[in-house]
């Protein structure tokens, strides 16, 4: 069966650290991955999607980046974290057509 | 452009009651319609999908759907409330496009009385 993991957790930073938010999938090939953000009382944003290794599509301009290194990771990241970076951060997977996507456990990111 | 609305942000029912909540989407086709849970500080668990066919579609958890074109609705029901339901719910379309990209509601928080 298939498995997503995303880590860490939970992660508290500075403003104008960096940041590194990965996301791996188990028991599939090639994936569509998406990484969303959720503020708090609100619903999911979507920020970066990819359809295959180093093929990363923006959905909304940002302080954020995203990488696909191998077939299964997705990496979020960035280089100077904002306040407005807070809030919870789910990756998603699906095969693909009309399968729906599945989620992570997500990440709660606070921005001190 | 497509969108999903959940008009109801908050909606509290009491343990065995029966619960609705509600979906419209906009979308120039034929939709691909999803339900999502979330627990708080979890991820979103698929509760339920609709693809084609019979408008009424059962779900995880005793709940189940129903498709209603003309109204372009996707409700959420059951018939018996658990307090182990008390969560968020998302009601989301699948844009077309190759990703297949989700758009979401923007979530009905569900409180359950004892």
């Known amino acids: 069966s298939q498995t997503i993991h995303q880590w860490p957790a939970t992660l508290v930073q500075p403003v104008g650290s960096p940041l590194s938010l990965e996301c791996t999938v188990e028991?599939?090939?090639?994936?569509?991955l998406y990484w969303y953000r959720q503020a708090a009382g609100r619903g999911l944003q979507l920020l970066f999607y990819?359809?295959?290794?180093?093929?990363i599509s923006s959905e909304v301009p940002q302080n954020l980046s995203a990488s696909r290194p191998q077939d299964r990771q997705f990496i979020l990241s960035s280089k100077k974290l904002l306040l407005s970076d807070s809030g919870f951060y789910l990756c998603?997977?699906?095969?693909?057509?009309?399968?729906?996507?599945?989620f992570g456990d997500g990440t709660r990111l606070s921005i001190l | 452009a497509q969108s999903v609305t959940q008009p109801d942000i908050h909606i509290t029912v009491s343990e065995g009651a029966s619960l609705e909540l509600r979906c419209n989407y906009s979308?120039?086709?034929?939709?691909?319609l999803f339900w999502y849970v979330q627990s708080p500080g979890q991820g979103l668990q698929l509760l339920l999908k609709?693809?084609?066919?019979?408008?009424l579609v059962q779900g995880i958890k005793g709940f189940e759907a129903e498709f209603k074109r003309s109204q372009s609705s996707f409700n959420l029901r059951k018939p018996s409330v658990h307090w182990s339901d008390a969560a968020e719910y998302f009601c989301?379309?699948?844009?077309?496009?190759?990703?297949?990209?989700?758009?979401f509601g923007s979530g009905t928080q569900l409180t359950v009385l004892p």
């Open positions: 998603a997977w699906t095969r693909g057509g009309n399968q729906p996507q599945h």
């Open positions: 028991g599939t090939s090639n994936p569509n």
């Open positions: 990819s359809v295959g290794i180093g093929q």
């Open positions: 979308y120039g086709a034929t939709p691909y």
């Open positions: 609709y693809f084609s066919g019979d408008t």
């Open positions: 989301a379309v699948v844009l077309s496009g190759s990703a297949r990209q989700l758009t």
